[in-house]
């Protein structure tokens, strides 16, 4: 389930499929054929593109092994161990910077190539642009809140993070916290075998 972006039209079709012909589709009010449209091109809500995941959504607690997961194929990813859990609370709290704020809060079980194209994005002029836009100064680092690995937008700037926008104890903390991305997505994918 993607997060529906609810269109305009908020009544889903609620009385006329059965008497719904096939034939007209030229209406744009007209009750038929929307089913198979409504959903076909979710949108990012960070950056409004195109979505750059279409996998399994799933919440900043589920992606860190806050709580478990269970996945589309039944598969249940249990919560990681309390120490762990831990680290990651005291994270949050310490360092909001590094975690997802709203609209930019989406989490997917998202595959390798999704992630790679993200990378892309990233690495390419749009990139460039985001980087300029949050005032990133050349070769800073900027981290992404919701982790590429996760679906995480590329260039949205409610998902980047300046390094100069940290302490020196968050900006230490990064190594390990995009360690424990990499290894939570890894798991997640085994489980979602995607
Ligand atoms: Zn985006």
């Known amino acids: 389930m993607s997060?529906?972006?609810?269109?305009?039209n908020g009544e889903k079709l609620a009385s006329g499929l059965e008497g719904a012909k096939k034939e007209a589709d030229a209406s744009p009010t007209g009750g038929n054929a929307v089913s198979q449209t409504t959903e076909q091109c979710p949108k990012c809500d960070c950056c409004g593109e195109d979505a750059h995941s279409k996998g399994q959504s799933i919440t900043e607690d589920q992606f860190y092994g806050l709580e478990p997961v269970t996945c589309?194929?039944?598969?249940?990813?249990?919560?990681?161990p309390p120490?762990?859990?831990?680290?990651?609370?005291?994270l949050r709290?310490?360092?909001?910077?590094?975690?997802?704020?709203?609209?930019?809060?989406?989490?997917?079980?998202?595959?390798?190539?999704?992630?790679?194209?993200?990378?892309r994005t990233w690495k390419g002029n749009k990139?460039?642009?985001?980087?300029?836009?949050?005032?990133?100064?050349?070769?800073?680092?900027?981290?992404?809140?919701v982790p590429k690995a996760a679906g995480g937008?590329?260039?949205?700037?409610?998902?980047?993070t300046k390094?100069?926008?940290?302490?020196?104890?968050?900006?230490?903390?990064?190594?390990?916290?995009?360690?424990?991305?990499?290894?939570?997505a890894t798991l997640l994918r085994a489980g979602a075998g995607v």
């Open 163 to 184: 390094s100069s926008d940290l302490s020196a104890e968050c900006q230490k903390a990064e190594g390990t916290l995009a360690n424990r991305q990499g290894k939570r």
């Open 153 to 160: 937008c590329p260039v949205g700037k409610g998902n980047l």
């Open 127 to 145: 990139g460039g642009e985001a980087r300029a836009a949050i005032g990133a100064a050349d070769g800073e680092d900027v981290s992404h809140r």
């Open 3 to 8: 997060s529906s972006s609810g269109g305009p």
């Open 72 to 80: 589309a194929n039944g598969t249940v990813v249990p919560a990681d």
């Open 93 to 119: 709290a310490q360092c909001p910077g590094q975690f997802s704020q709203p609209p930019c809060n989406n989490y997917f079980i998202a595959t390798a190539d999704e992630k790679h194209a993200i990378l």
């Open 83 to 90: 120490n762990a859990q831990s680290y990651i609370r005291n």
